[in-house]
């Protein structure tokens, strides 16, 4: 089992940048999947950016495709979302989420376990 915490999140203006993080406590980090995930008022939870365990495949929501990258430092159980060029509407709270299934997914039902999320707000 892993137990994730997010951090990073904030207040800024669009077009400024921020880096989550997510740190995962438990052994074996290095064998999760991660996903990042984010959710707005009123709206559901969609997926932003999946990070295979095995062979490095990530993928990206359309959205923050050449703006958002995702990563990972096994050796410090942690994983990462650098958002550059933020926008008003990708204010939401983000969550990080883990899978025991090497193969990386967008789709939450894929994900074993939650972190508790972090907020994040684009101002214009």
């Known amino acids: 089992q892993v137990q994730l915490v997010e951090s990073g999140g904030g207040l800024v203006q669009a077009g400024d940048s921020l880096r989550l993080s997510c740190g995962a406590s438990?052994?074996?980090?290095?064998?999760?999947?991660m996903g990042w995930f984010r959710q707005a008022p009123g709206k559901e939870r969609e997926s932003v950016a999946a990070?295979?365990?095995?062979?490095?495949?990530?993928y990206y929501a359309d959205s923050v495709k050449g703006r958002f990258t995702i990563s990972r430092i096994n050796a410090k159980n942690t994983v990462y979302l650098q958002m550059n060029n933020l926008k008003p509407e990708d204010t939401a709270v983000y969550y990080c989420?883990?899978?025991?299934?090497?193969?990386?997914?967008?789709?939450?039902?894929?994900?074993?376990?939650w972190g508790q999320g972090t907020q994040v707000t684009v101002s214009s």
């Open positions: 438990g052994r074996a980090f290095s064998h999760y999947t």
């Open positions: 990070l295979s365990s095995i062979d490095g495949v990530t």
């Open positions: 989420a883990a899978r025991t299934n090497p193969i990386a997914t967008m789709r939450a039902s894929g994900y074993d376990y």
